[in-house]
């Protein structure tokens, strides 16, 4: 059973663009929202994260805007620049057996064109 | 920290042999999670560790696969016998509050 589902599962822009990416969940418990980007022969390295207590957080040009009632958060990259041509993987955890247990997202392939 | 170190990067390998993947985690990270991804399911995840013991295993596809802990500093997955649908790359990752990834193994089982 998916938790957490994304998208668009690819997404193309052009240079200065603000690619959006959607994420909705199921399960009321999460209590932490993480972004990870994922490059080409890499891992997944966490991005930017939310609480669901938040609205809006940002960092740099990477805002994530967090809907708790409508139970979806979504990824904003304003200016995009090509080096953020990656997938990003929306995920949403929940304290649990003594950690944060992660459900991940389908994953967004990202390709910003110069 | 180098981070989570995982070898080999690249492995191809024969249905029917027995593939190890190996993973370093961070010093100091309580919980180590094996994940295998692929196109078709995304990121799963297969077992994860605590203190050096597994804790939840139910993410492992079948009897084939296997992970052990030694000691805080090494985990291995292994798969025996591998099949063709085993190829995925494969994620180490440690946490102690956030999860790090590793650089991943792409499986190739021809």
């Known amino acids: 059973q998916q938790q957490v589902k994304q998208s668009p599962q690819s997404l193309i822009v052009q240079k200065g663009g603000i690619p959006i990416i959607n994420c909705a969940y199921e399960n009321t418990a999460f209590d932490y929202f993480p972004w990870y980007q994922q490059f080409p022969g890499k891992g997944p390295a966490l991005l930017i994260a939310i609480r669901p207590d938040v609205s809006e957080k940002k960092e740099g040009r990477f805002t994530i805007s967090f809907n708790k009632s409508a139970k979806q958060f979504s990824l904003h990259i304003m200016d995009s620049q090509p080096g953020d041509s990656a997938t990003y993987f929306c995920?949403?955890?929940?304290?649990?057996?003594?950690?944060?247990?992660?459900?991940f997202g389908t994953g967004t392939k990202l390709q910003v064109i110069p | 920290d180098a981070g989570v170190i995982q070898s080999p990067r690249h492995e191809v390998t024969e249905m029917g042999q027995e593939v190890t993947l190996r993973c370093k985690p961070i010093s100091g990270h309580d919980y180590l999670f094996w994940y295998r991804q692929t196109m078709m399911r995304g990121l799963e995840l297969l077992i994860y560790f605590n203190n050096n013991v597994p804790i939840d295993d139910s993410g492992m596809p079948e009897d084939r696969f296997s992970a052990k802990m030694p000691n805080a500093s090494f985990s291995t997955l292994k798969i025996q016998p591998s099949e063709p649908r085993d190829s995925a790359v494969y994620f180490c990752a440690s946490s102690g509050h956030e999860q790090f990834f590793g650089p991943g193994t792409r499986l190739t089982v021809l």
């Open positions: 995920a949403a955890s929940i304290f649990a057996g003594g950690y944060q247990k992660v459900t």
